[in-house]
T-cell receptor, first 113, second 115 residues
Framework: RKEVEQDPGPFNVPEGATVAFNCTYS??????FFWYRQDCRKEPKLLMS???SGNEDGRFTAQLNRASQYISLLIRDSKLSDSATYLC??????????????FGKGTHLIIQP | DAGVTQSPTHLIKTRGQQVTLRCSPK?????VSWYQQALGQGPQFIFQ???????QRGNFPDRFSGHQFPNYSSELNVNALLLGDSALYLC??????????????FGPGTRLTVT
């Protein structure tokens, strides 16, 4: 089983719709969770850290389910500019600092006009 | 406030050669991590540097080595290049060793092509 798994998509979604995708992780000791957005041939940009209580930033909501070992990202009122690949990342915390990030392969989202 | 910078942006090398990539972290950050991203894949962790030492290493061969300087900038060296080393090499910086939520910010990457 891969450490971090995501549905690669593509998810084709009409503009204005709500879209959600999940990411599962295998290491139950994982302690920090993140969503990154990556545009074609660009670097990943941090979208959100995912806190245990869940968190929201504008149209974006992230949730963590430790029992089932997944994180989710919900995008409301989707815009054309939301078209991108969404990467989830997890990490452990050891020796006084967080370890390197383990990424999924990403979910490709296409918002259609 | 300058973000993470990397150089060069693109590089073409021949099999067997050696390459050095450079990274300057975001102002105020003291930790640098390097990742390799092949086409269609998520970034894979190579190693992380903190206080000029390799703090953690991913599953990469010894051909991949690095260094961190007193000003926190870092280099990634790859020896005996293989065709499979062709990828986007990303540097990420962060701060707050001892901070639980430890956010990494990526530079624009160096696209390496090995022919």
């Amino acid at each position: 089983r891969k450490e971090v798994e995501q549905d690669p998509g593509p998810f084709n979604v009409p503009e204005g719709a709500t879209v959600a995708f999940n990411c599962t992780y295998s290491n139950s000791a994982s302690q920090s969770f993140f969503w990154y957005r990556q545009d074609c041939r660009k670097e990943p940009k941090l979208l959100m850290s995912v806190y245990s209580s869940g968190n929201e930033d504008g149209r974006f909501t992230a949730q963590l389910n430790r029992a089932s070992q997944y994180i989710s990202l919900l995008i409301r009122d989707s815009k054309l500019s939301d078209s991108a690949t969404y990467l989830c990342a997890v990490t452990l915390y050891s020796g006084g600092g967080a370890d390197g990030l383990t990424f999924g392969k990403g979910t490709h989202l296409i918002i259609q006009p | 406030d300058a973000g993470v910078t990397q150089s060069p942006t693109h590089l073409i090398k021949t099999r067997g050669q050696q390459v050095t990539l450079r990274c300057s972290p975001k102002s105020g950050h003291d930790t640098v991590s390097w990742y390799q991203q092949a086409l269609g894949q998520g970034p894979q962790f190579i190693f992380q540097y903190y206080e000029e030492e390799e703090r953690q290493r991913g599953n990469f061969p010894d051909r991949f080595s690095g260094h961190q300087f007193p000003n926190y900038s870092s280099e990634l060296n790859v020896n005996a290049l293989l065709l499979g080393d062709s990828a986007l090499y990303l540097c990420a910086s962060s701060s707050g060793q001892g901070t639980f939520y430890y956010e990494q910010y990526f530079g624009p990457g160096t696209r390496l092509t090995v022919t």
